[in-house]
């Protein structure tokens, strides 16, 4: 799967302002073709599965995950799938950002506080998409995301969504992805053409393996699109 272009590093833009939402600011353009080729991939990989929930990580950071893991969440909500996209990066949380929405009690209060799925899912403007905030950044992340109230939370929204997509920080950053990716059906690796160090590549998929995850594919941010009918050249983005 290959997506965008541009061989420059990243800057902290989407810290600041969030993803840019390109398959809703122009759905017709090559970009938002190829998130709806990605969706159609997932689909066939996880067809007749219960279990709904897919992580999404890179290696690094700054690598193009919170742009791809925001315009991913929205293709399937646009394709009428009930879709919830979990924040779980609670060192660098964007989603509340992307979506305009409060980060006053997120995932972070759910796990310490006991609350409900309930009361820390919010709706979105865009049809079929809920998320959950990250929440106040914690001291402890890696043990609320290896604690049992995060599993139990897994649990309870696959059977309410047609889609979960969790937003993990990268792997070579936090273990937090990989506790992540164990407890998520499968995990999606996003790697930015030009950038991504092949050691560091290497290492993600090795803490990936040691937990068991699932992986269902490797994302090629950043990568030329082709000119092709319908395409009219390349196109450039920034992301996380």
Known sequence: MGLFSKKVKLDDKTMRNGAPLIVLADPSSAVAEEFRTVTTNIKFAII???????????????????????????????????????????????????FMVSNKSGLSNLLSDDLDSSEVIQHTNIKNLDVITS???????????????????????????????????????ATDASLIASNCYGTILVVPQGIADKNSF???????????????????????????????????????
Not at 148 to 153: A, N, P, T
Not at 214 to 228: A, C, D, P, W, Y
Request: aromatic residues 6%; positive net charge.
């Open 135 to 173: 929440g106040p950044i914690p001291p402890n992340p890696a043990e609320l995301i290896g604690s049992q109230e995060f599993e139990k939370l897994l649990a309870d929204v696959n059977s309410k969504y047609d889609r979960i997509i969790v937003d993990t920080p990268p792997v070579n950053v």
């Open 48 to 98: 007749g599965n219960k279990d709904k929930t897919i992580s999404v990580t890179s290696s690094n950071p700054s690598e193009g995950k919170s742009f791809f893991i925001a315009n991913l969440a929205i293709t399937f909500a646009n394709q009428n799938e009930r879709t919830l996209l979990i924040d779980a990066d609670l060192r660098r949380s964007t989603v509340h950002r992307t």
């Open 202 to 240: 290497e290492h993600a998929l090795q803490q990936l393996n040691q937990v068991h995850a699932k992986i269902l594919g490797f994302v090629m941010n950043r990568s030329e699109i082709k000119k092709s009918a319908g395409y009219g050249g390349y196109y450039g983005v920034n992301g996380k």
